[in-house]
């Protein structure tokens, strides 16, 4: 990632999209999380004029990726007895999110590019709500 971020500012590109992650979980090695926010850190101090924009997402899912599928209608029912319960779920980090179809992603994205506002950190609402801002104009 750092070198691609490289790559476009020599190109004089000035946004670059870095996919992160919005947390661990306990199945997932601590490593993973504390790498993409390294990354994250490094790219802000390393190119301080590149509009960096970073997308978290929870886990992304998709009906072309089947084994994603059960993961995702588990990681659904664990976010809302999550709500249900005040947050009490917490503690398993992104598999008490609510999982993010890989088309709602790539169309934050696509949005947060277009939406020169955008910049840094973009939570998991903010994916859906870039989402939706995008679909929106495509009714128009």
Known sequence: AISLAKKTTEEN???????????GAPIIPQGYILSKRETES???????NLR????????????SR???????VGGMIASEVNLLTGGKLSALGSMA????????????????IDDGDVD??????????????GWRKTML
């Open 13 to 23: 590109i000035p946004t670059f999209v870095y996919i992160s992650a919005s947390s």
């Open 42 to 48: 490094s790219i802000m101090s390393m190119f301080p």
């Open 52 to 63: 960096s924009i970073f997308v978290r997402p929870t886990f992304m899912y998709d009906s």
């Open 66 to 72: 089947r084994l994603s599928l059960p993961i995702a």
């Open 97 to 112: 999110e609510k999982p993010l179809k890989v088309s709602v992603v790539g169309e934050a994205v696509v949005e947060s």
């Open 120 to 133: 840094g950190v973009v939570s998991p609402k903010k994916i859906e709500d870039l989402a939706t801002k």
